[in-house]
């Protein structure tokens, strides 16, 4: 409840919408402890005074009744009637769309056709015939007001439920035995209050128009009672000559109801679970850069660096959520040569994936915060450029062309509503001159290159119509269409069967031998990395704990962490060698030990292991391990461990 609060408050006009609300909802619940006159008593001898009068601070109306005491009493009514008209529509109209999108069928049918026909009509006109039919009065009103604000809730209510209902966790609460009213109370209402709770808190500003409305139209409140609507409408021939005795009940609805809007705004927003992150705001076109000067941790030579086509020195890559800083990526320094495939590897958590976003910018802000480091991208088309320091519109020219990206999740990263041939034809004429003929033609020779049978029919499908693999090889074609200098990789074999997997291995093999291609490939597949990888660098904890060439490091690791990564791996042929599963959890990365953040989990580990901080240490020829006491050597290693 608290973090619900504290998000709530990030967003200053729903805290001012609150603010404001509270106060009114104070003065509301007080009303009839203060010292106010009666709101019915008419004097006409003092009619249509000036607000500041003496024993009426807002004036008097056209019968000589306090307009203050009238605008307090009006409000407790207004607000009464139309919380409750929406808790009633909210009710219902949920317990409708619940129903509905549940069973389906003719259930379904059957509800959903009456909310048709209740939508059909005008709904001021409906409302009207509503009140029409029961007679004018507040409780009438307050019926109308429901009754045409139910197919709101009902159509929104139903349409999450039918999302949900079809889900495999729904399915796991049949097979356990559940009921279908234990599953509608325990598994579909949990999941859909939210979306009640945001329907409702931003409907009932609405709900108080229309019942001011009514009552404007003399269908509400019924003299002598008062509530907002009606005093505008008394008030209404007095433009003229008392402009205040309708100004002043207009300005309080205006108030209320913008209220009630903006703090609905921000309970929607605070909900809403794709915004529970912090970000408040609409995602940035690059990831925020905030460099502070560092201590450099570049690895590797000058002269190797300087002929790299990627050089990373020192990136650190931070979400900032409310108070906490999550720290993802903490130093992490590596380069790529033209030509060369560099594995990344760690468990889920250790940076890999924030690591590749972040070289792009395409981490997104907020939360997230580049806080350090270079990427300097050196290339035929963009040599030696910095790309943290590239506007959007410059980085843009690079992102899909001299260095493409194999996203993880396919299936999230293609657009939904455009054929898969479309989306290759853009990727293509965004950076290549082509016509759209010929950038088609491309695109058909592109997902032949990866294997997709019958490219010509695939091309004119729609994500949804392929299967994962499939997908998965058009995110692979679409980082192919320019020619990139570099492919960053992430894990783009997982959703594939063997046969494909082994097929787009070969492919990246035959891009690297033709092209010169380049490839950061993330994978937890050390299988694959012995197939494609020149040199490995694992990560652990938002940093690189040893890096090298792949055989030193499958057949020697140097770091605790790495050999129990390989341990983990089974062996076929050797069915004596049980994997054994690392202990213990990577740390949180808002609370990360000093020190070794490995440390807790080795069993090698000692006191010295957890103070300071502990750099990359060169071993041998191109070999770097972030270690006092690096397996396989005769002695600890001391140089490059800092003391706090």
Not at 517 to 542: E, K, N, P, W
Not at 634 to 639: C, G, M, R, T, Y
């Amino acid at each position: 409840m608290m973090a619900f609060i504290k998000l709530l408050a990030r967003n200053r006009l729903a805290a001012f919408g609150a603010l404001v609300l509270l106060l009114l909802l104070v003065l509301a619940l007080v009303t009839p402890l203060l010292p106010l006159l009666d709101p019915d008593i008419t004097a006409p001898a003092n009619r249509l005074q000036p607000p500041f009068s003496a024993g009426h601070p807002l004036g008097t109306d056209q019968l000589g009744r306090d307009i203050l005491s009238r605008l307090l009493w009006g409000m407790r009514v207004s607000l009464a009637v139309g919380i409750a008209a929406s808790l009633v529509a909210a009710l219902v109209g949920s317990l409708i769309g619940i129903l509905a999108g549940y069973f389906g069928g003719r259930t379904d049918n059957t509800l959903m056709r009456g909310i048709d026909m209740l939508m059909a009509f005008p709904y001021i006109l409906l409302a009207l015939a509503i009140v029409a039919v029961l007679g004018p009065g507040l409780m009438n009103a307050l019926y109308a007001i429901a009754i045409v604000n139910i197919p709101f809730f009902a159509r929104n209510i139903r349409g999450v439920t039918v999302g949900i209902a079809h889900r495999e966790f729904i399915d796991a609460a049949r097979l356990s035995g559940k009921g279908d009213t234990r599953i509608l109370a325990s598994e579909i209402l949990p999941n859909v209050l939210p979306v009640i709770v945001i329907t409702l808190s931003t409907t009932v500003g609405w709900m108080i128009l229309e019942t001011a409305g009514l009552s404007f139209l003399g269908l509400g409140a019924q003299p002598p009672q008062a509530d907002l609507g009606s005093m505008l409408g008394e008030g209404r021939r007095m433009m003229i000559n008392a402009p205040h005795v309708a100004t002043l009940p207009g300005i309080v609805i205006f108030i209320l109801v913008m209220s009630i809007n903006l703090l609905g705004d921000g309970i929607r927003d605070a909900l809403d679970p794709r915004l529970k992150s912090g970000a408040l705001s609409r995602p940035a076109p690059m990831t925020r850069i905030r460099r502070r000067q560092r201590q450099s941790s570049t690895t590797g030579s000058t002269a190797t660096r300087s002929t790299a086509l990627l050089s990373v020195d020192d990136l650190r890559t931070d979400f900032e959520v409310g108070d906490d800083t999550y720290h993802a990526v903490n130093g992490v320094s590596f380069s790529i040569q033209p030509n060369e495939c560099l594995g990344l590897v760690g468990e889920s958590g250790s940076g890999k994936s924030v690591t590749a976003l972040s070289l792009l910018g395409l981490v997104a802000s907020p939360p997230g915060v580049i806080s350090g480091g270079n990427v300097q991208l050196n290339t035929h088309r963009h040599p030696q450029r910095d790309l943290l320091s590239l506007k959007p519109r410059a980085i843009r020219r690079i992102r899909g062309n001299d260095v493409a990206y194999v996203f993880q999740d396919p299936l999230s990263t293609l657009h939904p509503l455009i054929k898969v041939g479309d989306q290759l034809v853009e990727t293509i004429r965004i950076h290549q001159p082509l016509s759209r003929q010929a950038a088609h033609e491309l695109a058909i020779k592109l997902l032949g290159q990866v294997r997709i049978p019958n490219p010509e029919q695939r091309a004119h499908q729609y994500p949804h119509e392929l299967s994962g693999g499939m997908r998965q090889r058009v995110g692979i074609a679409m980082a192919l269409a320019n020619d990139p200098e570099l492919i960053i990789a992430d894990e783009p074999t997982t959703a594939l069967d063997v046969t494909v997997q082994a097929q787009i291995l070969r492919l990246i093999q035959r891009l690297r031998e033709d092209k010169g291609t380049a490839v950061l490939f993330i994978t937890h597949d050390f299988g694959v990395v012995s197939q494609v990888c020149d040199r490995v660098a694992v990560m652990y904890a938002g940093c690189i704990v040893e890096i090298g060439t792949t055989r030193e490091i499958l057949d020697n690791p140097r770091h605790p962490y790495t050999r129990r990564l390989i341990d983990c791996v089974p062996r076929l042929g050797e069915p004596d060698n049980e994997p054994a599963a690392i202990p213990g959890l990577p740390p949180a990365a808002n609370a990360l030990p000093s020190g070794c953040a490995f440390a807790e989990r080795c069993d090698l580990a000692e006191e010295r292991c957890r103070r300071g901080s502990i750099d990359l240490i060169v071993t041998d020829s191109d070999r770097q391990v972030r270690c006092i006491k690096p397996l396989g050597l005769e002695a600890p290693l001391s140089a490059g461990v800092e003391h706090d």
